[in-house]
């Protein structure tokens, strides 16, 4: 049995069409059968909500009087992309205010802009002879625009890597923060209700299919930027009238420690056309697998700590080398429901009606990543091989008289079988001295959560950990944690001198 689409739309039309929600599926399949829930069943609304950074809108300000060709624009203090026409701009989402005290950014604008808010726009241009003025700063309702298109280059991930952080320090991430040595994991997306977790083929999902967007009607334009659907990270790009649009599917949020982001909710609805497509709408938690990856490791390309499902992170914890550690959602799955819910009320009251891709998206394609032609510095190609230590078991008297011979500022400390085991300064000589003779033994003085570096790491991660610790030099280890090399602010500082001449 099959079902066509003009058949599903006509049962829209006149009422009869019955709708229901990605997680009531599941059930009626085991209930009815793949062939009953296609007899029952015309169409499955999904839903997410979550923060989707890759977003913003283009505006059409309409002309002043006399008439300006907009250079440079900034919405409250946020700049927005002017080099497209003379009052047209595009805001992203994530781009941050240049003078508030407070996390401030496109995403924020957008929201007051949708809440009925108003937003200053100030612009400036060098004039011409058609557009002779210089400047301008005025006030404007999202009425007052002329057009305001959402167009959202990358939202709805079909799947996303759950994270964790292996190191000792609390990072600060898009996936929100990550407390040190797996003390939790983060994870986003809505699981069963996830659009593209429904339709992972990409059959029915397309160009031209009608969307839910922020609370009001848009549209697929077609892949999203990043799209990698053949390893399950697809993306969508969407567009829609932000003056249909409601804050309450349309948030701004600041991850601390990154920056600002914006919330969305995005619904598609799913046509039942045969049997496939009910397999596919009939997905659970517990069939769709992520893993969970240590976004300790500063790369590209990071380990993977485990392989877990929806339903396990939606447990509220998971199990990494033995260990249960507490997991939480960045994104929302009362409000991705909420979505669900409200696109099948659009379908029940006859408000919108179907359709399929006018262009099918690749279910196959694979992102690739950065060419990068100029070689990454790494940390062996600038750091120190001389390096002089000292044992732990030895007086400190002797370590001062190795940093003042060694020009040195820090000594690494070594165990009996020459592993690093901590780090001495200059400071932590001089406090030894006025210590009344108490302390003798470097042990009794040293530093033993070493902050410590490796030969192939990039040397801007390298700089990024001398900032973040407040420290002027890292000693540089191998596998087996032996010392093969210190490197030192100076180090990185005639490097970067070298970048910004060049």
Request: aromatic letters at 4%; a negative charge.
């Amino acid at each position: 049995m099959e079902k066509s689409l003009d058949l599903i739309n006509a049962r829209i039309r006149d009422g009869s069409a019955r709708v229901v929600t990605a997680d009531e599926m599941p059930g009626i399949v085991d209930e009815l059968g793949e062939e009953g829930a296609l007899a029952e069943v015309d169409v499955v609304t999904t839903g997410t909500f979550g923060a989707m950074c890759s977003s913003g809108a283009f505006f059409n300000f309409g002309h002043a009087d006399p008439p300006i060709r907009m250079e440079r624009i900034w919405l409250n203090d946020v700049e927005a992309y002017a080099g497209i026409a003379a009052v047209d701009a595009y805001l992203g989402a994530t781009q941050e205010a240049e003078s508030k005290d407070q996390p401030y950014g496109g995403a924020h604008v957008l929201e007051e802009l949708v809440a009925g808010g108003t937003v200053e726009l100030r612009a400036t241009a060098h004039g011409t002879d058609c557009y002779p003025r210089r400047s301008i700063t005025t006030e404007l309702l999202l009425e007052d625009m002329n057009q305001a298109i959402m167009v959202n280059p990358r939202n709805a991930y079909q799947c996303y890597n759950a994270a964790t952080n292996t190191t000792d320090r609390t990072l600060h991430t898009y996936m929100g923060t990550l407390l040190p040595r797996c003390g939790n994991v983060s994870y986003s997306g809505a699981g069963t209700l996830s659009p593209l977790a429904n339709d992972p083929t990409f059959r029915v999902i397309g160009s031209g299919v009608p969307i839910f967007l922020g609370g009001g009607e848009g549209m697929i334009i077609g892949e999203g930027t990043q799209h990698s659907a053949g390893t399950g990270f697809g993306t969508l790009m969407v567009a829609g009238d932000m003056k249909q649009m409601r804050q309450e599917f349309l948030r701004a949020a600041v991850m601390n420690g990154y920056g600002v982001t914006m919330y969305i909710g995005v619904g598609v609805p799913i046509p039942v056309l045969d049997t496939e497509i009910v397999r596919r709408t009939a997905v659970r938690d517990e069939d769709l697998m992520t893993s969970i990856v240590d976004y300790g490791t500063p790369r590209r390309d990071r380990p993977v700590l485990a392989r877990v499902s929806y339903a396990d992170l939606k447990s509220g914890s998971v199990e990494i080398g033995g260990e249960t550690v507490r997991t939480s959602s960045l994104s929302s799955y009362r409000k991705a429901l909420e979505v669900a819910r409200e696109l099948k009320a659009w379908i029940e009251a006859g408000k919108m009606e179907l359709a399929l891709p006018t262009r099918r998206i690749d279910p196959a394609k694979r992102v690739r990543p950065m060419r990068e032609t100029a070689v990454t510095p790494r940390v062996r190609d600038i750091m120190n091989r001389q390096v002089i230590s000292v044992t732990e078991d030895e007086e400190i008297q002797v370590a001062a008289k190795r940093l003042l011979r060694g020009e040195t500022n820090h000594l690494p400390v070594l165990d009996g079988n020459g592993t690093l085991v901590g780090i001495i300064t200059t400071y932590d000589i001089s406090k030894a001295v006025v210590s009344d003779g108490r302390l003798r033994l470097v042990k009794d003085i040293m530093t033993r959560e070493v902050i410590k570096t490796s030969p192939d790491e990039s040397v801007d991660i390298a700089a990024q950990k001398l900032e973040h610790n407040n420290i002027s030099a890292l000693p540089v280890v191998d596998a087996t944690n032996r010392v093969v090399g210190i490197l030192s602010a100076i180090d990185l500082g005639k490097l970067f001198g070298g970048r910004r001449r060049r």
